[in-house]
């Protein structure tokens, strides 16, 4: 009796036992990961989670409470994954090059250290000194939202308690609310709700979009991948780069749920902490009427209230609120470049990466030249009305029916408000104002684009004639013009319509990305926009499954040595195609490396992406990449030398990203000339 009632005290204090938090272990939780990212892989390598100086017993107790032990010296991987993460610790003065840190001994009488170069030693169990404990959270892809309890971990974050979990990978958390719940055709404001314990184990709802029934109006989340949470009163100088992500989308679909953009392999690999954000799309984001208040760009906002919140509660996570980098591919990227020059966010940011930004003609145009709230009126707003019935005299009537009608009706009508527009608040300016014309945020930038990013925005020929394509993808010059300008000749291969592809997908980029997107870094160059742009071009690419148009154009092409592909043979390099090598997430989808150049190159993209967050400069130090035993980036960048910023010297710098990287110089400026974009075209 006695027994079984002491068995149940014991299992009610485990029961009630604390979610552990850096309070409850006195101590900042530093997730240690040697990612590799070779996901095939990944469960070999053992990761840690570092707790602060104390005593075995001490430490013994706090691994517990993580449900974890010391760490183990075994594993297949253990000598060259705690070298390299110890010399991380050192090189960034955590703690001394010689520090012992306590691991788990096979005897309870005796206290075992590792240290410097994985040196196993006894010493005596008094000592006072930092614990890695083990990390037993599994890996798991993006099919996988198993969570153990056990894997939880509290966050004090001002007035919020935020409880996540780790994976193999970082810290993860959720779903967090960042704005409350607006009413439709309002600004969003950060959150405030009552409910100040928030449970961040699962995703948020995504945006309602079309195609899908599974979005909410009510889905301002947002997800943090971390490798640092610290306890309160840690110095801002240990805080890490925050990358805060902007997903894509045609500003009509996507997630920051996706796991194409999982943060928690950058997290680990480029210890940074990554912030996935949903804004309100189509419609219900960005429709802008005439009466004055509805001014449209509620998806913007929202972006700006999720920028407010991060430099408000990021550091609890260990995000440093001074080196916000802002990033997003494709409308990720129009948006990126919507808030370099929005009042609304300019100082919530410190640097930015726009990824494939569309910008010139055809579809292109709308993502950087904006609209004005009267020029949205015939192109979205009369169509909608139309086709909701709701074309009342009196304003607010308008607006009481548009609220009325069912969501997902309003995202799927045959045409939908997806445009930025001048509403005189967040955007202030016609479009990014590259030649100094108005005021835009003084941050360094990444910027560049796919090889052959226009070659998903196309039909394939239905034909091989060569004048009627063209005259598909370009209204002027005439095709006549273009032919005879000799500079777009068409390549004499074996497979005729993929050679009229080639050439309207080359025009098609030209006019879409490249001509204005390498004349605009040049005219802010030359007005001192920002203070530095590095410039490149993906030439190689692995194409999302998800989106994979005109396939197999821009997919490698498969032989019997390759059965995923042979990237090294010639294949159009298509948009989204850069994806899986920033984010290293082809684990997330189980994706396979197609040959030996794959898993280098994404440890390479992953390199420079996450050294731009933290050092403002994409070139990884040699000292970082040797502390933290990144041997194969190392020597890529070592053989490939320096890239370069634009200078006005040297205006036209290019980093090819392809294996190896190179250096080059901006491409078709005499093709961008003659379509009327040259690389002066902004003055
Ligand atoms: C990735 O891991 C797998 C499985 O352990 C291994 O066979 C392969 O060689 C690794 N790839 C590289 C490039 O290290
Ligand atoms: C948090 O959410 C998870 C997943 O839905 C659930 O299992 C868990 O019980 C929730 N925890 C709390 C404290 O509500
Ligand atoms: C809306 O009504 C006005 C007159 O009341 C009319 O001029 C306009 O064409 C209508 N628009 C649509 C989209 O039906
Ligand atoms: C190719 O298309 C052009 C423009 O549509 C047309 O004028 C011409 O006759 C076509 N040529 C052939 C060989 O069909
Ligand atoms: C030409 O290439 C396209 C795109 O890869 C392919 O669909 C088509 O079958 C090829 N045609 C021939 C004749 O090989
Ligand atoms: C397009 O044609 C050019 C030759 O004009 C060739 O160098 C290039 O590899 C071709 N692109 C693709 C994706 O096949």
Not at 151 to 177: C, I, K, N, Q
Not at 274 to 295: E, H, K, M, Q
Not at 541 to 556: E, H, I, K, L, R
Request: charged content about 15%; aromatic content about 10%.
């Amino acid at each position: 009796m006695i027994a079984s009632l002491a068995s149940w005290l014991l299992s009610l204090t485990v029961v009630v036992a604390a979610t552990p938090s850096p309070k409850t272990l006195s101590s900042s939780l530093t997730f240690l990961y040697q990612n590799d990212l070779n996901w095939t892989s990944a469960t070999d390598h053992a990761g840690a989670i570092l707790i602060e100086p104390r005593n075995n017993q001490a430490a013994i107790s706090a691994c517990a409470a993580l449900s974890e032990n010391l760490l183990s010296a075994n594993g297949p991987h253990f000598v060259s994954d705690v070298t390299s993460l110890l010399s991380y610790l050192a090189f960034q003065d955590h703690y001394p090059a010689e520090q012992e840190y306590w691991i788990a001994s096979p005897s309870a009488k005796t206290c075992r250290t590792v240290t410097k170069g994985a040196k196993v030693q006894t010493t005596s169990c008094q000592k006072t000194l930092p614990a890695l404990c083990s990390q037993s959270a599994p890996y798991r892809p993006a099919s996988d939202q198993d969570k153990d309890p056990k894997w939880r971990v509290t966050v004090s974050a001002e007035d919020l308690t935020v409880t996540g979990y780790r994976d193999h990978l970082s810290f993860r958390f959720l779903g967090l609310p960042y704005a409350n719940t607006p009413e439709r055709f309002t600004y969003s404001t950060l959150y405030s709700g009552s409910r100040k314990d928030l449970n961040a184990t699962d995703y948020g709802s995504q945006c309602v979009q079309a195609g899908s029934t599974s979005g909410s109006e009510d889905c301002l989340f947002l997800n943090i991948f971390t490798p640092f949470i610290p306890k309160a009163g840690t110095p801002l100088s240990t805080l890490k780069p925050v990358m805060f992500h902007i997903h894509g989308g045609a500003f009509t679909g996507g997630t920051g749920n996706d796991a194409t953009f999982d943060g928690g392999a950058l997290a680990s690999r480029g210890d940074v902490v990554v912030v996935d954000i949903n804004y309100r799309l189509s419609t219900l984001g960005f429709l802008a009427l005439p009466d004055g208040t509805t001014n449209g760009n509620f998806g913007i906002g929202d972006m700006t209230v999720a920028l407010a919140w991060v430099q408000r509660y990021i550091s609890a996570f260990g995000g440093d609120p001074a080196r916000v980098t802002i990033l997003g591919q494709s409308a990720g990227a129009a948006a990126t470049r919507a808030l370099l020059a929005s009042p609304e966010a300019i100082g919530k940011f410190a640097a930015a990466i726009p990824m494939s930004n569309l910008v010139g003609e055809n579809y292109a145009t709308t993502y950087s030249l904006y609209y004005t709230i009267p020029q949205l009126q015939p192109v979205a707003v009369d169509p909608i009305l139309a086709a909701t019935g709701c074309n009342e005299t009196d304003s607010a009537a308008v607006l009481m029916c548009l609220r009325k009608v069912d969501a997902n009706t309003l995202v799927n009508l045959p045409t939908v408000a997806r445009f930025v527009v001048i509403d005189g608040k967040y955007v202030t300016s016609k479009q990014l104002p590259v030649d100094g014309s108005s005021p835009a945020a003084h941050v360094p930038v990444v910027m560049g684009f796919m090889r052959d990013d226009g070659a998903a925005f196309i039909g394939y020929p239905q034909n091989t004639n060569i004048t009627s394509n063209i005259a598909s993808v370009l209204s002027s010059p005439s095709p006549s013009e273009v032919e005879a300008s000799g500079l777009f000749p068409v390549p004499s291969g074996t497979n005729a319509t993929l050679d009229v592809f080639n050439v309207t997908a080359r025009i098609t980029t030209d006019v879409e990305f490249r001509c204005l997107d390498q004349a605009a870094a040049i005219s802010a160059l030359n007005h001192d926009v920002f203070p530095k742009i590095w410039f490149y071009q993906f030439d190689r690419s692995y194409q999302t499954p998800g989106f994979d148009p005109n396939a197999p154009v821009c997919d490698a092409p498969i032989d019997a040595a390759h059965p995923h592909g042979d990237p090294s043979k010639e294949y159009f390099k298509c948009h989204s195609g850069e994806l899986y090598f920033v984010w290293g997430t082809l684990g997330q989808f189980q994706l396979p490396f197609r040959d030996d150049n794959d898993l280098p190159f994404s440890q390479l993209a992953a390199d420079t992406w996450s050294a731009f967050a933290r050092e403002h400069d994409p070139n990884p130090s040699t000292a970082y990449l040797k502390a933290r035993g990144y041997t194969s980036t190392l020597a890529l960048v070592e053989k490939a030398g320096e890239w370069k910023p634009l200078t006005k010297g040297n205006d036209r710098a290019l980093r090819i990203m392809d294996m190896p990287p190179r250096t080059a110089s901006f491409q078709d400026e005499a093709q961008c000339k003659f379509l009327g974009l040259p690389f002066n075209y902004y003055g």
